[in-house]
């Protein structure tokens, strides 16, 4: 067997062992720690290294942007915000009574039916209150404690609980609790149409001093929620729950239902832990300060979340940072609900490539933060860019997980279904581990000028492009892509770096587009590519340059191009007579050693191979057809015995690309080394 071949089967059955371990302890932990164990920043053995590949990696958009990673990474949470205890002979009871309240120590007084709370402390409040308000006004320099010990409040047309002032609130789900709030929508905002899901909010109106809170809970200070009890939020008027500076979750059940975004936190979100299940009609979670460069970030530590969102999942103006977590999200009605685009002829397309094979017209460069080029990228790397955070005004963004500067996960499970992008950054996208499966409606996952991919198990499973960046660079784990357009495509100069990792694309476009140049010097890459000749397995404007790992990439031949000339690994470019999707094609050596076992999914007539088995003189022969008994994975056929085919060519690897032409195919394409005109 080769060598190589069994090196790629000894180390996939290590991470599929590797991953079944995980899931499995996720399985057992789940029900005893609200679906997953978390850990915190100071606990993440990689943190620094995220900070040092996103800042020295020169993957971020702008300077600023690096604050908010900075921050977001080393965002701490504070002793208090895990404090759910008190002193119950020292905090204020509340006993709520339909319409009457009834205060039972100091710090607080009923005025009808609002519990107005002046003095900090702990104030302990159970029963239910009708068409009424808890409103807390202690001074700026001052905390307050609200245990939710069994409560239900309803009003209309204000928040059911209003921290005018505080220097921080606390809000505690008492062990056991089961508690509802809710903001229903006033008669005249009714009337006004105030609670309309189809747009996505904006935080304008939030920034006057005079703002008119919006929220169920809604807290002009920080806010901490935390506990083990249970806590429904009804927010049929607009906001779920708004904090207008820090905003801290680290426990509790929460049901969150809004008419508007569900969870709301200016300067910052950040979750060490709990259970969301969240119903919003624009975001589930938004963070939107542009005030300074270190806040507007969302930070993440672990947690269970399932999410249906009319837009954004979790959208972050600055930084998105996850370490931990299980998240279901849905975002626009997911995939299916893609939006209509219109190719360069105006033919329609709703997530299906055109029959002519027209390519749909692009998404409108970024309006917000302007990114910074990265080294070897093109001074415009937005050309091929879906749209970005600053959507425009009369179209909601509908993304499963989007930040305006930088997303960094390094762990958490992720099953994303969006009418638009999966996961989206106006900057720069680092995945270092974590699992993956995403449905979009446009771009698997988008990053206007950087995607890095370090580790993970990586699965879009329906895309309109797989994975699109001015740069791309992906160093390890598992990476599977389906597109009914491209499969990679960058628009930097040197767009694409292969340095490790399995990859596997499986493309109705271009498998890999490159606007300009790329590299391939380890890893594993996979290329189930188109069927129309219009397209190419492989795809690039200036040089693929080969130096290692193995490329074995299939389909048409009209546009067929092999790794460049200048290539230091060898490499056979092979036209082959039309063969149906499923034909077993391997190449061997005089000897019999086997190169490569390949099964395309669809239709080919063309085959790349680029392997450091390939030896220069010596002469190879490539079969089609037969059977095998090796393990196959995404293709790729290992160990076992291969019985039966037809030899379709033979040729003598001479060069850094080689090619070879079966009597009776179209020798097409680019060749080697050769440059398709245009893009």
């Not at 020295?56 to 600023?64: F, H, I, K, P, S």
């Not at 508690?179 to 309309?196: C, P, V």
């Not at 391939?520 to 040089?543: E, I, K, Q």
Request: aromatic share 4%.
């Amino acid at each position: 067997m080769n060598p190589l071949l069994k090196k790629i089967t000894q180390a996939r059955k290590f991470r599929t062992k590797l991953i079944a371990l995980a899931l499995a302890g996720v399985l057992t932990l789940g029900m005893l720690a609200g679906c997953g164990q978390t850990q915190s920043v100071t606990e993440t053995a990689a943190g620094s290294q995220v900070v040092e590949t996103a800042v020295d990696g020169t993957v971020l958009a702008a300077q600023d942007t690096a604050a908010a990673v900075l921050a977001a990474q080393g965002f701490e949470f504070d002793e208090e915000d895990f404090l759910t205890t008190w002193e119950a002979a020292s905090a204020t009871k509340v006993a709520l009574n339909g319409t009457s309240i009834t205060v039972e120590g100091l710090g607080a007084a009923a005025e009808g039916n609002t519990l107005k709370i002046t003095a900090p402390g702990t104030y302990v409040l159970s029963g239910t209150l009708d068409q009424g308000q808890v409103i807390v006004n202690v001074g700026s320099d001052e905390a307050v404690r609200l245990v939710l010990n069994g409560v239900t409040i309803t009003n209309q047309g204000a928040p059911a609980i209003l921290i005018e002032e505080a220097d921080r609130a606390y809000m505690t789900l008492a062990e056991g609790s089961i508690n509802t709030l809710t903001m229903a929508a006033s008669t005249a905002a009714e009337a006004q149409g105030a609670s309309d899901t189809a747009v996505e909010e904006t935080e304008d109106s939030d920034d006057a001093a005079d703002s008119v809170p919006d929220g169920v809970i809604y807290s002009k200070g920080d806010l901490t929620l935390n506990g083990s009890g249970s806590l429904t939020v009804n927010g049929s008027a607009k906001h779920g729950i708004v904090g207008r500076d820090d905003l801290r979750i680290t426990g509790g059940v929460f049901d969150i239902t809004a008419a508007s975004d569900a969870v709301r936190g200016k300067d910052l979100i950040a979750i060490h832990s709990g259970e969301f299940k969240i119903v919003a009609g624009a975001d589930a979670f938004q963070s939107s300060s542009v005030e300074e460069a270190d806040k507007g970030f969302i930070v993440i530590e672990g947690g269970c979340f399932q999410i249906k969102a009319g837009a954004d999942g979790l959208q972050a103006e600055t930084a998105l940072v996850i370490e931990d977590g299980d998240f279901d999200i849905e975002s626009g009605g997911g995939s299916v609900n893609a939006v209509q685009k219109a190719s360069q002829d105006g033919k329609s397309w709703n997530g299906d490539r055109p029959a002519d094979g027209t390519r749909p017209q692009r998404g409108t460069p970024p309006t917000g933060v302007a990114p910074v080029s990265p080294e070897g990228a093109s001074e415009e790397p937005t050309v091929n860019s879906s749209e970005t955070v600053a959507d425009t005004e009369d179209t909601s963004s509908t993304k499963g997980l989007k930040a305006g500067a930088a997303v960094v996960i390094t762990g958490g499970t992720f099953a994303v279904d969006s009418a638009d992008d999966g996961l989206h950054s106006n900057g720069s996208i680092e995945i270092q581990a974590g699992t993956f499966e995403i449905e979009s409606g446009d771009d698997g996952i988008h990053a206007d000028v950087s995607v890095l991919i370090l580790g993970g198990d990586v699965e879009v499973r329906k895309s309109y492009e797989g994975l699109e960046a001015a740069q791309v660079t992906i160093r390890g784990g598992d990476v599977s892509l389906v597109s009914s357009d491209d499969g990679i495509n960058t628009s930097g100069e040197k767009g694409l770096s292969l340095e490790g990792g399995f990859v596997t694309v499986n493309a109705e476009g271009d498998g890999i587009d490159l606007n300009g140049s790329g590299s391939m010097s380890g890893g594993t890459l996979l290329v189930h590519g188109p069927t129309n000749s219009g397209n190419g397995a492989m795809d690039y404007n200036g040089d693929f340059v080969q130096s290692g790992g193995l490329l074995i990439a299939s389909g048409s031949s009209g546009m067929a191009q092999g790794p460049s000339a200048s290539s230091t690994e060898l490499s056979a470019l092979i036209f082959l007579t039309n063969q149906t999707a499923g034909t077993l094609v391997r190449v061997e050596a005089e000897d019999g050693t086997v190169i490569a076992v390949f099964r395309p999914a669809k239709a080919f007539s063309s085959l790349v191979i680029a392997s450091p088995e390939f030896v220069s003189g010596e002469t190879y022969h490539a079969y089609v057809g037969g059977s095998s008994t090796g393990e196959e994975a995404d293709g790729l056929v290992t160990g076992g015995e291969v019985t039966g085919g037809t030899e379709a060519v033979s040729f003598e690897i001479s060069g850094s690309v080689t090619q070879a032409v079966q009597e009776g195919a179209s020798a097409g394409g680019m060749g080697g080394g050769m440059k398709r005109p245009g893009n």
